[in-house]
């Protein structure tokens, strides 16, 4: 009832930029916080950001002051701006979405991965 479509991925260099977008749609009423996780080859999946409906963020170590998550709530959309890329950021990153449907049930909804590759 809820998908989730990520972009923005893609192939950077180290020092360079990306942007990512994660777009909710279907049977939203609230959302009520949204996540970046990325998984590495050979790597468990780790939560690399998030925000809550209030627009509290955390974030993990490795990635403050260079990442930051965003959101449109108008437009059911978060944001993952990522600067200053290191090799180690190469990852498969995923958003998540925990949404109040208009049914007035809970979904922990999941997109399908955006490929981040950061290489000279």
Known sequence: QVQLVESGGGLVQPGGSLRLSCVGSGSIFRINYMNWFRQAPG????????????????????????????RDIAK????????????????????RMNVLTRSLTLSDTWGQGTQVTVSS
């Open 43 to 70: 790597k468990e999946r780790e939560l690399v950001a998030g925000i809550t409906d209030s627009d509290r963020t955390n974030y993990v170590a490795s990635v403050k002051g260079r990442f930051t998550i965003s």
């Open 76 to 95: 059911n959309t978060v944001y993952l701006q990522m600067n200053s890329l290191k090799p180690e950021d190469t990852a498969v990153y995923y958003c």
